[in-house]
């Protein structure tokens, strides 16, 4: 597996392999009543089409974070942050796309921040994982 985050203008971390989303981070500001918006895609490096297990941090009181499969505009947040949501079959060198939102409420002080991990593991060889982080700070 191998995850990217869009920074702005590319997808980076394309052969950075790390579960902490090191070399594969994204940080945004956001207002209060505005929302940040994550792209993130996970490739299948393997050489077998398989599903991938797509894991993330839940939000908390103070920050709403929803998971959304991006071809299917499907809320995936109560699985990917419970037991984990696998994909459908994914094709060697093909990919799984989706966004993630993340919203502060009126509680979240300015200059506070929440920090997500979003996985992708193969769920035929569980050894085989990556991560992108996300870090969103109120402006």
């Known amino acids: 597996m191998d995850a990217l985050i869009f920074n702005g ?8 392999f790390s579960t902490t989303g090191v070399g594969q981070t994204c940080a945004l500001d956001v207002v209060l009543g505005k929302t940040a918006t994550y792209h993130v ?31 299917t505009s499907a809320d995936i947040t109560a699985s ?10 994914v094709k060697p060198g093909a990919y799984w796309r989706g966004r993630v939102l993340v919203t502060p409420n009126a509680s979240v002080t300015v200059g506070a921040g929440l920090s997500l991990l979003l996985k992708g593991t193969s769920a035929v060889d569980t050894s085989k994982k990556d991560a992108v982080k996300m870090t969103t700070t109120r402006r």
């Open 41 to 71: 895609k996970v490739y299948n490096d393997g050489n077998m089409t398989q599903p991938i297990q797509i894991i993330g941090t839940a939000g908390n009181s103070k920050w709403a974070v929803q998971y959304v499969d991006y071809s």
């Open 9 to 16: 203008s590319t997808y980076i971390g394309d052969e950075v």
């Open 80 to 89: 990917v942050t419970g037991a984990g949501w696998q994909t459908q079959s």
